[in-house]
Structure formats: C-alpha cells, structure tokens
Nanobody, 125 residues
Framework: VQLQASGGGLVQAGGSLRLSCVGS????????MGWFRQAPGKEREFVAA????????YYADSVKGRFTVSRDNAKNTLSLQMNNLKPEDTAVYYC???????????????????WGQGTQVTVSS
C-alpha cells in the first residue's frame, strides 16, 4: 500500500483548498480511508473518512459543514475539499488507510495501518 497526498498550501482565512490522495496496492472500497491532521504541539486528529463501501462519509465536528470528503473508486483517490478555512485548520494533513478497522474505530489514528507523507495547510488570519 502506498499513499501520495498533494494539494496543500497557504491560504487566507475564508479561502479554500483541495487535497488529494492517490493510493496504490489496495482497493479503496475494501477498507477505511480517511484524512487526519496534526498541528504543532498537538496530537493527530481525525478529520473525515469513508468506511469500506459505505457511501456516507464521517466527519469531525470541527470541520462539518466546511469540509467535504469524496472518493473516486476507479482512480483509488480520496479528496478533501476544504472551504471557509480558519487559522485553526492550520496543520499537516495526512491521508491514511485502515485495513482491519471496524466502524467504531475509524476516528482513531491507531486504527490506520498506512499513511501518506503529509501535506502542509497554512491558513493566515
């Protein structure tokens, strides 16, 4: 399993960014796949995820209504559209895959086996 994330950058508060994560070596529909983020001095936190073939996505309360996660199964790609960005969204964003997670654990970083390299998102005030 390999994950390659891209799309980070610097944006002003209220702006938008779109992150993408391309996976190889696995079928996205069989596993949980999601986004996490880690700000300096803080623990890695859940952002959003899909669980196996379920069509509904799961979000952290802090991003609900502003972020939208989507996937393209044919391209094994997970995307994160981030709108109305806030300075507190500043972090390194990681995509990850969990090969054996159950639904109740997908918000925990410990459930994920494979991680992308991370992409920096910086939101200025």
């Amino acid at each position: 399993v390999q994950l390659q994330a891209s799309g980070g950058g610097l944006v002003q508060a209220g702006g938008s960014l779109r992150l993408s994560c391309v996976g190889s070596g696995f079928n996205l529909e069989y596993y949980a796949m999601g986004w996490f983020r880690q700000a300096p001095g803080k623990e890695r936190e859940f952002v959003a995820a899909f669980f196996r073939s379920r069509t509904n996505a799961y979000y952290a309360d802090s991003v609900k209504g502003r972020f939208t996660v989507s996937r393209d199964n044919a391209k094994n790609t997970l995307s994160l559209q981030m709108n109305n960005l806030k300075p507190e969204d500043t972090a390194v964003y990681y995509c990850a895959v969990a090969t054996s997670a159950i639904l109740s654990t997908i918000r925990s970083s410990n459930a994920y086996d494979y991680w992308g390299q991370g992409t920096q998102v910086t939101v200025s005030s």
